[in-house]
Nanobody
Framework: HVQLVESGGGSVQAGGSLKLSCVGP????????MAWFRQASGKEREVVAS????????FLTDSVEGRFTISQDNAKNTLYLQMNSLKPEDTAMYYC??????????????????WGQGTQVTVS
């Protein structure tokens, strides 16, 4: 059973920073589309950022553009999400997810086949 393990969440004041990490099996991070999703209380899960394995091309949703950065270290089998200038509306459970390489990285949760358990981010 493949699983991703997130860490790095916590509580911060508005304007602060957090860096989330997601560790996966060695065959996942270099060859799967990797993404961060978040789900706020009472809302649907939404994509935050994704990274394509072949060329490292990235997607960031408009609300985090310029504040968040997605990256990965294949030697450590780890995906990261650097979050700066955090806002209260960034408060959510953040999930790491992966799906087998395709011609593009999907932006919808249903296409992702591997998930982590989530890490809570609270911004006050």
């Amino acid at each position: 059973h493949v699983q991703l393990v997130e860490s790095g969440g916590g509580s911060v004041q508005a304007g602060g920073s957090l860096k989330l990490s997601c560790v996966g099996p060695g065959y996942v991070t270099p060859s799967y589309c990797m993404a961060w999703f978040r789900q706020a209380s009472g809302k649907e899960r939404e994509v935050v950022a994704s990274i394509y394995p072949d060329d490292g091309s990235m997607f960031l949703t408009d609300s985090v553009e310029g504040r968040f950065t997605i990256s990965q270290d294949n030697a450590k089998n780890t995906l990261y999400l650097q979050m700066n200038s955090l806002k209260p509306e960034d408060t959510a459970m953040y999930y790491c997810a992966a799906h087998p390489r395709n011609s593009y990285c999907s932006l919808v949760p249903v296409d992702y086949t591997v998930w982590g358990q989530g890490t809570q981010v609270t911004v006050s």
